[in-house]
């Protein structure tokens, strides 16, 4: 089964409009940690934010925060007032305390239309 | 002032060849990674090293071989390359605590696109 789900292989969204990137996870730990991480076309990974399971505010980072949904086990992207810089690939990862690796998402390509 | 260096940024070489790319932190982080990102750009771990001794070797062909000769490099070497490794190789480096805090990320170096013609 996989661990972590991002269902929009693509998205395309107009400039300014808030995004909302998918992610879905699946653990039995009671302790573990959500990230989004970037990939522009320039090829680095860069890391947007995080979210611990047990923090109880969603976390913001400037223009983006997770809408973090602990019960229906998701973890989304909200990008708030797109910009054409914002267009990526966008992976989701879950860090459980068990198994400490890191597992990746597929990612989402999104495109930012001007 | 780059956190993760690797090198080269672009390899093409020709099939049966034996390559190396090296990586370099300077974050002081004890655990190591390399990833491979095929062409649909999902992200596989290969291996993973903590403090020069290797602690993830997932399924990867031996052609593979990963060489730590300090915390602070983690070189790749790969051996009579074929076509299907053509890919973008990334290293990447963590603090990973015994006390395994789960905020630990990830800091990645720049990728090598790797093509084998």
């Known amino acids: 089964a996989q661990k972590i789900t991002q269902t929009q292989p693509g998205m395309f969204v107009q400039e300014k409009e808030a995004v909302t990137l998918d992610c879905t996870y699946d653990?039995?730990?009671?302790?573990?940690?959500l990230f989004w991480y970037k990939q522009p076309s320039s090829g680095e990974m860069i890391f947007l934010i995080y979210?611990?399971?047990?923090d109880e505010q969603n976390a913001t980072e400037g223009r983006y925060s997770l809408n973090f949904q602990k019960a229906r086990k998701s973890a989304n992207l909200v990008i708030s007032a797109s910009q054409l810089g914002d267009s990526a690939m966008y992976f989701c990862?879950?860090?459980?305390?068990?198994?400490?690796?890191?597992?990746w998402g597929a990612g989402t390509k999104l495109i930012i239309k001007p | 002032d780059t956190a993760v260096s690797q090198t080269p940024k672009y390899l093409v070489t020709q099939m049966g060849n034996d390559k190396s790319i090296k990586c370099e932190q300077n974050?002081?982080?004890?655990?190591m990674y390399w990833y491979k990102q095929d062409s649909k750009k999902f992200l596989k771990i290969m291996f993973s090293?903590?403090?020069?001794?290797?602690?993830i070797n997932e399924t990867v062909p031996n052609r593979f071989s990963p060489k730590s000769p300090d915390k602070a490099h983690l070189n790749l070497h790969i051996n009579s390359l074929e076509l299907g490794d053509s890919a973008v190789y990334f290293c990447?480096?963590?603090?990973?605590?015994?006390?395994?805090?789960?905020?630990?990320?990830?800091?990645f170096g720049s990728g090598t696109q790797l093509s084998v013609l």
């Open positions: 990447a480096s963590s603090q990973e605590r015994t006390s395994r805090p789960t905020n630990e990320k990830l800091f």
């Open positions: 974050l002081g982080h004890d655990t």
């Open positions: 090293y903590n403090n020069k001794e290797l602690i």
């Open positions: 653990t039995s730990d009671q302790s573990y940690g």
């Open positions: 979210q611990g399971s047990y």
């Open positions: 990862a879950m860090r459980e305390v068990s198994n400490y690796q890191l597992i």
